[in-house]
């Protein structure tokens, strides 16, 4: 596609329950990073993957956050159990390899409201 | 630990009327400065990338300038387009390439 893809655009979902986010990156971007981005802050980074393997993963708040890209495109970032502070909007972001990071296309991100 | 902070939090500006934003940064070392646009419900937009001390970038009515301690992003007589969050984010030598962000300013030009 032209830009970064993610779905769904909103989540809304019960505190305690599992969700998924998914991104489709830009084709041929390597590099792709997710970003929690709440209310009046900046953009706060979760996790990065070179091709299929996550080389960054230390903004995962903690064990419930998990993400994969099994073939090295499309992504999907997974929360457990989830709580009403997880409520936010996750970006996702694609550039053609790591080095570009900073230069990263932005997909519009996935608002979760956990209630 | 590396912070970026930005002011104002929030801009007014009457059309035409050019004012600037500050990124002030505290980092063990720059490798890079950048500045984004993002409106409201989407991702950030890649603006600018400054990487010494005295460079300029210019796009449009905005110029961004760079010092040791601060960045700045000029806005040369703005019109209500130019209404967005604007953010700024710092790489450091040495350390990944994963920016990090300041918490942005709101800008509102009303025309």
């Known amino acids: 596609g032209a830009g970064v893809s993610q779905t769904p655009s909103n989540k809304v979902t019960e505190k305690g329950k599992y969700v998924e986010l998914r991104c489709d990156p830009i084709?041929?971007?390597?590099?792709l990073y997710w970003y929690r981005q709440s209310l009046g802050q900046g953009p706060e980074f979760l996790i990065y993957?070179?091709?299929?393997?996550?080389?960054?993963d230390s903004g995962l708040p903690n064990d419930r956050f998990f993400a994969v890209r099994p073939e090295g495109s499309v992504s999907t970032l997974k929360i457990q159990r989830t709580e009403r502070g997880d409520s936010a909007v996750y970006l996702c972001?694609?550039?053609?390899?790591?080095?570009?990071?900073?230069?990263?296309?932005f997909g519009q991100g996935t608002r979760l409201t956990v209630v | 630990e590396d912070q970026v902070t930005q002011s104002p939090e929030a801009l007014r500006l009457q059309e035409g009327e050019s004012s600037s934003l500050n990124c002030s940064y505290t980092?063990?070392?720059?490798?890079?400065l950048f500045w984004y646009r993002q409106d409201p419900g989407k991702g950030p937009e890649f603006l600018f990338t400054?990487?010494?001390a005295g460079e300029e970038k210019e796009k449009e009515r905005l110029k961004a300038t760079l010092t040791k301690k601060e960045s700045f992003l000029h806005i040369t007589a703005p019109k209500p387009e130019d209404s967005a969050t604007y953010l700024c984010a710092v790489q450091t030598s040495g350390g990944s390439y994963i920016p990090t962000f300041g918490r942005g300013t709101s800008l509102i030009v009303h025309p």
């Open positions: 400054l990487y010494s």
């Open positions: 084709s041929g971007h390597t590099a």
């Open positions: 972001a694609s550039s053609r390899d790591e080095n570009m990071a900073a230069e990263a296309f």
């Open positions: 993957f070179q091709g299929t393997g996550a080389a960054d």
């Open positions: 980092v063990s070392g720059l490798r890079g």
